[in-house]
């Protein structure tokens, strides 16, 4: 299998356009996800553990998620399956959890999976020793991960609005 590294996709040249398709589209669908959020009743109640005083609307991941794969097929971006199968994964996982809510540790599972799918697909970070690029990519895409579902729990920040 080949690898693909990080820097590779980074100075393909490729990537600034398809950025911006996500980050406009991702700011489109956004109004029409949380409107249909909360005519669905999809929405995180305030509690003492969340910042959030009033209901916030929840499934922000779908907007990201349409965002980003409309901004890869119409921009003609090649994504390697190493990317493909760990952001399904992470958007099911998502949408599990503003359901029916996970427990940490079955969400901390999960991530570790798609960023190991990542890591055994090839994706790698080539700047460091081989050794240590595995461990180091595999920590990275866990903490992103959780950077960003932190974020979200604080009051649907992910996703920029509420």
């Known amino acids: 299998m080949n690898s693909v590294t990080v820097s590779n996709l980074l100075t393909s040249g490729s990537v600034l356009l398809p950025l911006l398709v996500s980050f406009t ?8 996800v949380i409107l249909a959020a909360r005519r669905a009743g999809w929405l995180a109640k305030p509690r003492a553990d969340r910042w959030h005083t009033r209901p916030t609307a929840l499934m922000g991941g779908i907007a990201i998620f349409l965002g980003t794969v409309c901004a890869w097929l119409f921009t003609g971006h090649a994504v390697p399956v190493g990317l493909w199968v760990p952001a399904v994964w992470l958007f099911f996982l998502g949408l599990i959890d503003d359901r029916v809510g996970l427990r940490p540790h079955l969400k901390l599972i999960g991530q570790i999976a798609a960023a190991a799918m990542a890591v055994m697909c090839g994706i790698h970070f080539d700047v460091f020793p081989p050794v240590l690029a595995l461990p180091i990519t595999l920590f990275w895409l866990v903490g992103i991960t959780n950077a960003v579902n932190l974020l979200d729990n604080m ?3 992910a996703r920029g609005c509420r």
């Open 25 to 32: 589209l991702t700011a489109v669908f956004t109004p029409t």
């Open 155 to 157: 009051d649907g920040l």
